[in-house]
C-alpha cells in the first residue's frame, strides 16, 4: 500500500501550458505539504494544508494554485509554465508535530 | 548565509566506518528532523528529535538544543546507506510544522 502517492512521476511539457499534479495520502494525516528541490537539491516549502485549510503559502509566484478537495488530496496547478517551474516536486504528509511522510516527488521539465 | 548548515557537504568513507554528519541552525525550534534521499529519489524520515538523543538501528540522532547543532551517526556503515541526508527545522510546531531545510550532505560509502 502506498502511503503518499502522486501522479505523474515524469511531466515534460512546454512554456505556456497549465498543468497539474496530483497527490493522495491513505494515512489519515491533517497536514499536507508541497515542496520543490531545484536542481541543486536544494528542498523549500511551498504550501501547507491542514483539515482542507491553507496554513502555509510561501512566497510562490500566483500561477501556482493548490487545491485540497479533502483531506486526503492536495493537488497543485500550475499555469503558464516557465523554464525556471523545471524541479522535482514533493508532496508530503504529517500528522500534527510529527514526521513527514513524503511522496514519490514529480519531475517537471518545462521545455 | 542559510538558517540550516549541514557539514560536510560530501563525504566519502569506506565500509564500515563510523560516520558523522552535522547540523547547525541560527533559529529558534521545536524540532529537528533527518531525513534520507536515496539515489532514486525517494526522502525518508529518518529521525524527529527535540532533546537529547534517539537511535534506529545503525543510526544515531543527538541534538544540543542550547548550541544548536545536531549530529547524525551512522555505525558500521554500508554501502546502502549511500544517499543524501537532509536535516530539517521546525521553527514553529503546532499544526504549522514549516520545514527549513539544510543543503544536504552527500554520502558515498564504498565497498
Known amino acids: 500500500d502506498t502511503a503518499v502517492s502522486q501522479t505523474p512521476k515524469y511531466l515534460v511539457t512546454q512554456m505556456g501550458n497549465d498543468k497539474s499534479i496530483k497527490c493522495e495520502q491513505n494515512?489519515?494525516?491533517?497536514?499536507m505539504y508541497w515542496y520543490k528541490q531545484d536542481s541543486k537539491k536544494f528542498l523549500k516549502i511551498m504550501f501547507s494544508?491542514?483539515?482542507?485549510?491553507?496554513?502555509i503559502n510561501e512566497t510562490v509566484p500566483n500561477r501556482f494554485s493548490p487545491k485540497s478537495p479533502d483531506k486526503a488530496h492536495l493537488n497543485l496547478h500550475i499555469n503558464s509554465l516557465e523554464l525556471g517551474d523545471s524541479a522535482v516536486y514533493f508532496c508530503?504528509?504529517?500528522?500534527?508535530?510529527?514526521?513527514?511522510?513524503f511522496g514519490p516527488g514529480t519531475r517537471l521539465t518545462v521545455t | 548565509k542559510n538558517e540550516v548548515e549541514q557539514s560536510p557537504q560530501n563525504l566519502t568513507a569506506q565500509e564500515g566506518e563510523f560516520i558523522t554528519i552535522n547540523c547547525s541552525y541560527s533559529?529558534?525550534?521545536?524540532?529537528l528532523h533527518w531525513l534520507q534521499q536515496h539515489p532514486g529519489g525517494g526522502i525518508v524520515s529518518l529521525f524527529m528529535?527535540?532533546?537529547g538523543k534517539k537511535k534506529h538501528g545503525r543510526l544515531i540522532a543527538t541534538i544540543n538544543i542550547q548550541e544548536k547543532h545536531s549530529s547524525l551517526h551512522i555505525t558500521a556503515s554500508h554501502p546502502r546507506d549511500s544517499a543524501v541526508y537532509i536535516c530539517?527545522?521546525?521553527?514553529?510546531?503546532?499544526?504549522?510544522?514549516?520545514?527549513?531545510f539544510g543543503t544536504g550532505t552527500l554520502l558515498a560509502v564504498q565497498p
Open positions: 508530503a504528509s504529517s500528522p500534527q508535530n510529527r514526521e513527514q511522510y
Open positions: 494515512l489519515g494525516h491533517d497536514t
Open positions: 494544508y491542514n483539515n482542507k485549510e491553507l496554513i
Open positions: 533559529v529558534g525550534i521545536s524540532a
Open positions: 528529535l527535540s532533546s
Open positions: 530539517a527545522v521546525d521553527p514553529y510546531g503546532g499544526a504549522t510544522n514549516k520545514l527549513i
